[in-house]
């Protein structure tokens, strides 16, 4: 059996390296003994090459990246750069991106190419806001998000986040059979788009209470925000799949 990929996104938390270590190694000492969990920790870039000296299991994750590999691009991180201190993976698309800092699809697809180029494991975000369900755009929205963003690459596989914009640190989760209706429709259009294999994660106020039911639901893992900065959260999450 494929091993739950469980996404901790810290997003621009916490406030300290310290706190950043710490949060770490609580969440590692748990990790050790769930043997069905793969578990990866997404930190802000500065904390990134501490924990990767500590040559965990927990393996780690950017935010972001930029599309060119290096250059005059003040303020950015390639993802060749990424790969270099040590992390596996890139969430690329996370609808903070999208909203704060204007990511349209054409900009994440560059993104996703140069993540792939440098060996990383690429995450795509996806969902739709409150307004495109509450019209019964969701499936649109979700082929559409797909298709501008894969369908010029060449991937063998792809990991899926699929997070309803409006679930996203509300407290207020997807209905699981809802979130399975969406991911029925994701994987249809992965394969439409020839992806030849994929995991699809669900994100979007995960807590220990309802954590076991996307799973159930046939999700591959989960993309975990404000529950993974608390690493007693998080590490209740992590148990329910011992
Ligand atoms: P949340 O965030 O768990 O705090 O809702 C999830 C995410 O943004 O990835």
Redesign the pocket.
Known sequence: MEKILI?A?W?MNPQTLEQAMQIFDSIEDEAKNIKNVKVVISAPFVYLPKLAEKQSEIELCGQDCHWEKKGAYTGEISAEMLKNIGCEYV?LG???RRTYFNETDAIIEKKLKAGIDAKLKPIL?IGETEEQKKLGKTSVILISELTRTLQQLVVDHMII?Y?PIW?????K?CNPEIAKKNLDIIRTALTNLKVKTSSVLY?????QKNAKDFIKAGFDGL??????LNSQEFNHILKLFA
Request: aromatic share 0%.
């Open positions: 996404i996104n997003k969430i996370h609808s903070e975000c986040a997070e679930a996203i640190g509300t407290g989760a994100g979007g106020s995960i807590n993309l975990v925000g404000k529950s993974s």
